[in-house]
C-alpha cells in the first residue's frame, strides 16, 4: 500500500503565495521521481514541476521563476512554494511519485488539492 498525503493550498489574491507539500508513505523500495500537476477549469491536466532523487528539476514555462520545488529524500516529501500567483495557476494540483514497489516502476498520485487565485 502506497500513499501521497497533500496539503497546503488554499484561496489567495493575484501576487500572492501558497505552499503545497506531499509526503510519501507506505511499502516501497525507492522513489525516482516526485513532482506536482494541476488541471485548471475545462482544461487538461499538465506538469507543475518534477524534482529526481537527484535534484534535478523540470518546470512548466508559464511557473519558471515564480514557484519552486524541493525534496527531502530522507522524509519522502516533496514541497511546491508558489510565488507571485496569477489567477490562471487556479487548478486542483495533484502530488506524483514515480516508485518502485516489487521490482516495478509506477506512478501514483494523491488526491489532489484546490489553489484558487483571484485577480
Known amino acids: 500500500q502506497v500513499q501521497l498525503v497533500g496539503s497546503g493550498g488554499g484561496s489567495v489574491q493575484a501576487g500572492g503565495s501558497l505552499r503545497l507539500s506531499c509526503a510519501a508513505s507506505g511499502s516501497f523500495f525507492s522513489i525516482m521521481t516526485m513532482g506536482w500537476y494541476r488541471q485548471g477549469p475545462g482544461k487538461q491536466q499538465e506538469l507543475v514541476a518534477t524534482?529526481?532523487?537527484?535534484?534535478?528539476?523540470i518546470y512548466a514555462d508559464s511557473v519558471k521563476g515564480r514557484f519552486t520545488i524541493s525534496r527531502d529524500n530522507a522524509k519522502n516529501t516533496v514541497s511546491l512554494q508558489m510565488n507571485s500567483l496569477k489567477p490562471e495557476d487556479t487548478a486542483v494540483y495533484y502530488c506524483?511519485?514515480?516508485?518502485?514497489?516489487?521490482?516495478?516502476?509506477?506512478?501514483?498520485w494523491g488526491q489532489g488539492t484546490q489553489v484558487t487565485v483571484s485577480s
Open positions: 524534482i529526481t532523487s537527484g535534484g534535478s528539476t
Open positions: 506524483n511519485a514515480r516508485l518502485s514497489r516489487g521490482g516495478i516502476w509506477s506512478d501514483y
